[in-house]
T-cell receptor, first 108, second 113 residues
Framework: KNEVEQSPQNLTAQEGEFITINCSYS?????LHWLQQHPGGGIVSLFM???GKKKHGRLIATINIQEKHSSLHITASHPRDSAVYIC??????????FGTGTSLTVIP | KAGVTQTPRYLIKTRGQQVTLSCSPI?????VSWYQQTPGQGLQFLFE???????NKGNFPGRFSGRQFSNSRSEMNVSTLELGDSALYLC????????????FGSGTRLTVV
């Protein structure tokens, strides 16, 4: 069993829709990252969370430490949001565990 | 400020050869971590270096090794290459507290033939 589970694996949305990607983990963590990877490989760290909620533009990330669950929300989705979104948890000692990613396609 | 620089971007090697990849972190960042990404296994953590010392290691065979220099630049070496080592190798740098943000490089795509 993977320590980090993401859902859904694939997501297609119409431009303007509200999108939610979920991440559940089974280990104790010190922090959680949401990463974005565009075709070509480059990864951008969107958020690092250890509690609560963070917002950056149209992106919102929340984490519930007790329930071992995090969500990434995209409001007013746009075709440029099309990418793979990866949840990564950091265990004590800076060990990263990655989810398998959610492939998002936003159709104009 | 300059981002994380990985060289080379692309590399083709033959089975049995060895390869060295380089990662230059953001100025002031003392931690460099390495990751392997393959279609089958996704992203996996290789190891992390902080102040020239390996601080953490993932579950990879001893053929995968690394080092970090006094200027925080890091190299990763893979010896006796296997076809399964074909992957995108990413590095990320951070200040090194463990709770600061990570900045990723664009990766080195290694193909083993």
């Amino acid at each position: 069993k993977n320590e980090v589970e993401q859902s859904p694996q694939n997501l297609t949305a119409q431009e303007g829709e509200f999108i939610t990607i979920n991440c559940s983990y089974s280990v104790g963590i010190s922090a959680l990252h949401w990463l974005q990877q565009h075709p070509g490989g480059g990864i951008v760290s969107l958020f690092m969370l250890s509690s609560g909620k963070k917002k950056h533009g149209r992106l919102i990330a929340t984490i519930n430490i007790q329930e071992k669950h995090s969500s990434l929300h995209i409001t007013a989705s746009h075709p440029r949001d099309s990418a793979v979104y990866i949840c990564a948890v950091i265990r004590t000692g800076n060990q990263f565990y990655f989810g398998t990613g959610t492939s998002l396609t936003v159709i104009p | 400020k300059a981002g994380v620089t990985q060289t080379p971007r692309y590399l083709i090697k033959t089975r049995g050869q060895q390869v060295t990849l380089s990662c230059s972190p953001i100025s002031g960042h003392r931690s460099v971590s390495w990751y392997q990404q393959t279609p089958g296994q996704g992203l996996q953590f290789l190891f992390e270096y902080f102040s020239e010392t390996q601080r953490n290691k993932g579950n990879f065979p001893g053929r995968f090794s690394g080092r970090q220099f006094s200027n925080s630049r890091s190299e990763m070496n893979v010896s006796t290459l296997e076809l399964g080592d074909s992957a995108l190798y990413l590095c990320a740098s951070s200040i090194g507290t463990g709770l600061d943000g990570y900045t990723f490089g664009s990766g080195t795509r290694l193909t083993v033939v």
